[in-house]
Nanobody
């Protein structure tokens, strides 16, 4: 069983940056692939970024490629999402998720993930 707690959300102006964190506990963090998803008001949850167990393989949604960076520190049981050049359309609740399956390409599919955090809200003003 893995517990995930996100933090780092907030209100930021367009063009700004935030670093989201997701702290994991309850299991061997380095054995889990990690993903970030987001859900905007009135929209379905969508994939943002994912990382393999070691962090050597990463996968991004086209909408954030070149602006967001997923990284992890297995010694701190934490995965990060650095968000840069934020746009109003990035406004959403951001969730981290963990999977105990190792995919060649870190999964973009929500059903691949076994554990979810409660989310952290990001609001980007224009």
């Amino acid at each position: 069983q893995v517990q995930l707690v996100e933090s780092g959300g907030g209100l930021v102006q367009a063009g700004g940056s935030l670093r989201l964190s997701c702290a994991a506990s309850g299991a061997t963090f380095s054995s889990y692939g990690m993903g970030w998803f987001r859900q905007a008001p009135g929209k379905e949850r969508e994939f943002v970024a994912a990382s393999s167990w070691s962090g050597s393989r990463r996968h991004y949604a086209d909408s954030v490629k070149g602006r967001f960076l997923i990284s992890r520190d297995n010694a701190k049981n934490t995965v990060y999402l650095q968000t840069n050049s934020l746009k109003p359309e990035d406004t959403a609740v951001y969730y981290c998720a963990a999977t105990n399956s190792d995919y060649v390409v870190p999964s973009r599919w929500a059903y691949s993930y076994d554990y979810w955090g409660q989310g952290t809200r990001v609001t980007v003003s224009s």
